[in-house]
Structures are given as C-alpha cells and as structure tokens.
C-alpha cells in the first residue's frame, strides 16, 4: 500500500542532502496547490506549484508530488543548501483562497 | 524590484489608537488580499478585494477594515487595537485568469501594540 508521509514541524538537513517535506490537505475538490517559502521576516515567496491533473512537477532543484488518492503532497529539494532553510508551507486553492498546511521549519546543517 | 510593497515594514502603536497599514502593487493584478501571520503560525486570511468587491472572512473581527481606492493600494485599518492585534500583517495580490494562479505577496508590516 501507499503510505502517507508524516507532517513534521521542524526538518533538520546536512547542506548537499536532499530535504522532503510532507503535507495533507483537506479538501478532496481542491485542484490547485502551492509550495510558499518564508524566510524570517519577510512574506512567503512562491516556489512551485501544481494542478491536480499532474501527479508530479519540477522546478529548480524542486520537485512537487501530489497523490490525490491520499490527499498528500510533497516538495523535495535537490542538494539542499543553506539558503534553503526558512518555513515552508503548502497551501491549497478553494474559491479564490489560499488555505495554508501548517508550515515545516527547514534548518540546514553545515 | 519588489511588486507588493507594503510600508512601514514595522508599526508601533498604542492599545486602542488606530492604526493604518498600507500596501501598493506594480502588478496591476485585480485581487488583493489581507492576511494576518502569529508568530510560528501559517498566514490567516482576513478579507480580500476582487476588484473592488470586498469580501470578508466570517471569522475577521469588526475592529479590521480595508480600503481600495484604486487598483494599485489597498489599506487595513485598525480601529482599536488590542494587544492580541500585534502580529505581521501580510498583503497579496493575484492576476484573475481563474483560479490557477499564485498569490504574490509582500514582506508584511510587524505590527506591535503597547
């Protein structure tokens, strides 16, 4: 069977490691989502994101995976360097509005 | 080049005086949005313009309001801040092209009470 990554608060990651972060959403009719990273004192910043009709999407070093079966969804950072660590959050769209997943805070070990 | 601007980027005010925070967009996007972030907390939506329609969040207390004169500000008010008011207030706009487009947003206003 398929298992359901766990949502974690915090993710500590040795720099050049890859880094995984875990996210369940609510709404089953949802058929957009977002990963938004937020540096300390700034405001989140769009990183990837993904319609419900794809199962898997890339970015820079950033891959985005949605199982809609599980109501799940994941962002995997290549290599992951210092400039990485922030919060991060998936959030998705119903009716016009962002409904955010609780945040993971992302702290990469040098 | 920042796109969502939102000044001044920390507020201090008094229990109970109003406050003004403002925010201004390049994007000429037609949504815009008001959220409110506690610390280690995700953004919490307190309204959002669709044009210049106002819709408000069910859950958003009567002392918030919000202006949009025009396309490219926005403003929340404050009218008699409380302590559990002290928090980041973020703003956000978005392109209307249906629902598969991201917000934008700014880097927040901190506001605190004393």
């Known amino acids: 069977g398929e298992s359901v990554g766990l949502h974690l608060p915090t993710l500590s990651v040795q720099e050049g490691d890859n880094s995984i972060i875990n996210c369940a959403y609510s709404?089953?009719?949802?058929?957009?989502f977002i990963w938004y990273k937020q540096e300390s004192g700034k405001g989140p910043q769009f990183i990837i994101d993904?319609?419900?009709?794809?199962d898997k999407r890339q970015g820079q070093r950033v891959t985005v995976l949605l199982n809609k079966t599980v109501k799940h969804l994941s962002l995997q950072i290549a290599a992951t360097q210092p400039g990485d660590s922030a919060v991060y959050f998936c959030?998705?769209?119903?009716?016009?509005?962002?409904?955010f997943g609780a945040g993971t805070t992302v702290t990469v070990r040098a | 080049d920042a796109m969502v601007i939102q000044n001044p980027r920390y507020q201090v005010t008094q229990f109970g005086k109003p406050v003004t925070l403002s925010c201004s967009q390049t994007l000429n996007h037609n949504v815009m949005y008001w959220y409110q972030q506690k610390s280690s907390q995700a953004p919490k939506l307190l309204f959002h313009y669709y044009d210049k329609d106002f819709n408000n969040e069910a859950d958003t207390p009567d002392n918030f309001q919000s202006r949009r004169p025009n396309t490219s500000f926005c403003f929340l008010d404050i009218r008699s801040p409380g302590l559990g008011d002290a928090a980041m207030y973020l703003c956000?706009?978005?392109?209307?092209?249906?629902?598969?487009?991201?917000?934008?947003f700014g880097d927040g206003t901190r506001l605190s009470i004393l």
């Open positions: 956000a706009t978005r392109r209307d092209g249906g629902i598969n487009q991201p917000q934008h």
């Open positions: 709404n089953s009719a949802s058929d957009y």
């Open positions: 993904i319609r419900s009709n794809m």
């Open positions: 959030a998705e769209i119903n009716d016009y509005k962002l409904s």
